[in-house]
């Protein structure tokens, strides 16, 4: 009788009704634990970033490659993924490590490409045999979108097989007057030196932004410019083949071209392109132009010269590019010609300078004062005396020269060395 008495008690619950208000009974408990359960979680997470209950418990760590996963309570309890580090760039001596021999040498080539663009075929048969620098030379008026197209055609030729995908210095000479390669849609016209030195510094170095963001436009990285040279005074200016005649000096003191050869040098560099101080120790004393002349000597400049001061401030100011002149100088070393000369690149640029940036060469391939050397004894000699990358004009002897080198530093264990830390100041600057 007691089993019936149960029997008809479970009937009872057991109505639709009765069935539903259990049911709903059910789920209001549940929704109580569940949110209980994930207020302690919560808690538990702003107090320490473990849920309560599991606090003062053992946390296994987790697989390297993993993030904690979420906490009781979190939004998703999925596993994620932590994003790696980014991979370290390579340093200047791991990237050095990892060119063949003709890669490094290719890296101490700065080759003319005509700034029209007439010869891109065979810029770019040189770029593909490792010449990892070009430099636009003559005149064009094809203003900075077609600039620009140009520049792109010739950095195809960069391939991790020419130099190993390590990307092109491209320079220019925009220095102003009649010193002027590009010009053209976007391309403002820039006044000579002598004229720029009117202004005051903090309005050239501002010019000279806008000039530079220019060159950037139409893929030019490097300047070289300003001319450093002091010419000594107004009535010798005529006098001064290479610098005065063409009013490329910033003044007649030292001092004035420094304020303002370095205030463009400053403008340039604004922009993010790398200007190249020229032409150490000077040219604004001699009377010949290196370029149509033979024999160019400058008997006057010392290695304490005053007129090295412009130099000097702008290496103490951070500049990684020095190009060198192709004079002779008496006072300094007379028997070597600058580029061939280690008292003025080793001693007075390093050593007493301090300076650890790229030696450029003037051109080496067409400038007269050279004629007396074969042409790849020029680039030896310079890279030997301490030279870090040759500038040449003439695309046919780039290859002359590069051969030559190529073939020294694989027989003589010295010049193997020369050339290996000529490369690395390249790399070294390329990085930034």
């Known amino acids: 009788m007691g089993n019936d008495r149960i029997d008809k008690a479970m009937i009872h619950l057991l109505k639709p009704s009765r069935i539903s208000l259990l049911i709903l009974l059910a789920l209001v408990t549940g929704v109580f634990v569940g949110v209980a359960r994930s207020d302690s979680a919560d808690r538990g997470l702003l107090a320490g970033g473990v849920p309560a209950q599991e606090r003062g418990a053992p946390q296994a760590a987790p697989p390297p490659e993993f993030s904690n996963p979420p906490a009781e309570g979190s939004p998703s309890a999925s596993v994620s993924h932590t994003e790696p580090p980014p991979a370290p760039h390579p340093t200047p001596e791991q990237r050095l490590a990892a060119l063949t021999l003709e890669q490094r040498v290719g890296q101490l080539f700065m080759v003319a490409a ?19 620098n070009i430099y636009l030379a003559g005149r064009s008026q094809a203003g900075v979108v ?18 190993r995908g390590l990307p092109l210095f491209v320079a220019t000479d925009q220095e102003g007057g009649s010193v002027q390669v590009l010009r053209g849609p976007g391309f403002l016209p820039i006044p000579a030196a002598l004229e720029q030195g009117n202004s005051s510094p903090e309005q050239l170095r501002a010019d000279a932004r806008e000039w530079g963001s220019e060159l950037l436009q139409a893929g030019v990285n490097v300047d070289l410019a300003p001319v450093l ?42 922009a993010g392109v790398a200007p190249v ?12 132009n290196t370029d149509v002349s033979a024999n160019v000597r400058d008997s006057e400049t010392t290695r304490t010269d005053p007129y090295l001061m412009p130099f000097k401030a702008a290496i103490d100011g951070g500049l990684r590019w020095v190009m060198i002149s192709n004079a002779y100088y008496d006072k300094i070393d007379p028997n070597h010609v600058a580029p061939f000369s280690p008292v003025i690149m080793r001693t007075m640029l390093r050593a007493d300078a301090g300076f650890t940036g790229i030696i450029v060469s003037d051109d080496l391939c067409n400038a007269v004062q050279l004629s007396p050397w074969r042409v790849g004894d020029r680039a030896t000699n310079f890279i030997g005396a301490g030279g870090t990358m040759v500038l040449c004009a003439d695309t046919a002897s780039v290859l002359v020269m590069y051969n030559q080198v190529l073939q020294r530093a694989k027989a003589d264990l010295e010049f193997r060395k020369a050339v290996d830390a000529a490369a690395l100041t390249v790399l070294t600057v390329k990085a930034g």
């Open 146 to 163: 077609a600039t620009a197209s140009i520049v792109a055609k010739l950095k195809t030729a960069v391939s991790p097989a020419s130099t």
């Open 229 to 270: 040279d002091t010419v000594p005074n107004p009535d010798f200016a005529s006098s001064n083949k290479p610098i005065g005649a063409f009013q490329r000096e910033y003044g007649f003191s030292a001092a004035a071209v420094s304020e303002h050869g370095n205030a463009m040098a400053a403008g340039l560099r604004d």
């Open 114 to 132: 005509k700034a029209d663009g007439s010869d891109a075929s065979t810029v770019a048969d040189l770029l593909n045999n490792h010449v990892g």
């Open 277 to 288: 101080v020229k032409h150490f120790p000077g040219m604004g004393r001699v009377s010949l």
